[in-house]
């Protein structure tokens, strides 16, 4: 396993402009995850994909907020018109098909809304 | 709702030491429970993880858990701290019937005095 890479690593953005987050998972996995980490909290789960199929989203993914996974591999998560109040550690993780099975997270992306 | 507690936010033990990190965690269904690591900046590392069978479970660096149906928790030991084990932990639950997203507790900080 290569392990699940994230770009960037970090993004400081101005408050109101459009960001875009990448994740690849390991190859094999077909279940992407993209959680949201904020100073002394625990990972908030935002929304997942089975392939290609999107199938839950949180209530904490405002209309602003659009993930996406084009042909089952890579997920990118956009973030329009940012507030300071999305500031946080974007984490993504994949895990195989079928289940239970453990989620392997990505080192994360740190955002900054100045 | 589903919920994870960790009831201790800051833990400090000298090296050699045992440790112990609670968990309890309230799930309207069968759970997966896991216990993860993270490094200051970094993403998550699975320790171990419980599914199914013997409820006493080993994982990497030494540590292990005990799950606990009658109590609702799943804490984590190790017999003998290292300094390298600063770092913060994270309990997480999971369930096929949720699309095993994982719901992760707030995190216990972890110090070790030399």
């Known amino acids: 396993d290569t392990g699940v890479s994230q770009n960037p690593r970090h993004k400081i953005t101005k408050r109101g402009q459009n960001v875009t987050f990448r994740c690849d998972p390991i190859?094999?996995?077909?279940?992407l995850y993209w959680y949201r980490q904020t100073l002394g909290q625990g990972p908030e789960f935002l929304t997942y994909f089975q392939n290609e199929a999107q199938l839950e989203k949180s209530r904490l993914l405002s209309d602003r907020f659009s993930a996406e996974r084009p042909k089952g591999s890579f997920s990118t998560l956009e973030i329009q018109r940012t507030e300071q109040g999305d500031s946080a550690m974007y984490l993504c993780?994949?895990?195989?098909?079928?289940?239970?099975?453990?989620?392997?997270f990505g080192p994360g992306t740190r955002l900054t809304v100045l | 709702a589903q919920s994870v507690t960790q009831p201790d936010i800051h833990i400090t033990v000298s090296e050699g030491a045992s440790l112990e990190l609670r968990c309890n965690y309230s799930?309207?269904?069968?759970?997966?429970l896991f216990w993860y690591v993270q490094s200051p900046g970094q993403g998550l590392q699975l320790l171990l993880k419980?599914?199914?069978?013997?409820?006493l479970v080993q994982g990497i660096k030494g540590f292990e858990a005990e799950f606990k149906r009658s109590q609702s928790s799943f804490n984590l030991r190790k017999p003998s701290v290292h300094w390298s084990d600063a770092a913060e932990y994270f309990c997480?639950?999971?369930?096929?019937?949720?699309?095993?997203?994982?719901?992760f507790g707030a995190g216990t900080i972890l110090r070790v005095k030399s």
């Open positions: 799930y309207g269904a069968t759970p997966y």
């Open positions: 997480a639950v999971g369930a096929m019937e949720y699309g095993n997203k994982l719901v």
């Open positions: 993780a994949s895990s195989r098909p079928g289940g239970p099975n453990e989620q392997f």
């Open positions: 190859s094999e996995h077909n279940r």
């Open positions: 419980y599914f199914s069978g013997d409820t």
